[in-house]
């Protein structure tokens, strides 16, 4: 499964930006997808997932309110909107895949998007 990241660029605190996953591969229903980010100087950190079905999405406790996760198999891509952006969410943003169920361990997912890169300043 290919995974292609798409939507980054420049936002002003408080805006809204939505990231799209999209995915080349008959697989795809099968695979849940993950979102991490990686801010300059830090590691990379898990945001949020959603399972292969879509019927469970988790994202991390200092994001939840601000971004939903959500899939449409139909068209292969799963899609971060991100609301209420804050500086410190600045990062670039990558999404991977794993078999079914959601994780955010960066080890269980095999494959990976190239990134983009999300910038909330004014």
């Known amino acids: 499964l290919q995974l292609e990241e798409s939507g980054g660029g420049l936002a002003q605190p408080g805006g809204s930006v939505r990231l799209s996953c999209a995915a080349s591969?008959?697989?795809?229903?099968?695979?849940?997808i993950g979102w991490f980010r990686q801010a300059p100087g830090k590691e990379r950190q898990g945001v949020g997932c959603?399972?292969?079905?879509?019927?469970?999405?988790h994202v991390r406790d200092s994001v939840k309110g601000r971004f939903t996760i959500s899939r449409d198999n139909s068209k292969s891509t799963v899609y971060l909107q991100m609301d209420k952006l804050l500086p410190e969410d600045t990062a670039v943003y990558y999404c991977?895949?794993?078999?079914?169920?959601?994780?955010?361990?960066?080890?269980?997912?095999?494959?990976w998007g190239q990134g983009t890169q999300v910038t909330v300043s004014s």
């Open positions: 991977a895949s794993r078999d079914e169920k959601c994780s955010f361990y960066i080890a269980d997912y095999h494959s």
């Open positions: 959603i399972s292969s079905t879509g019927d469970i999405a």
């Open positions: 591969g008959f697989a795809f229903p099968y695979y849940a």
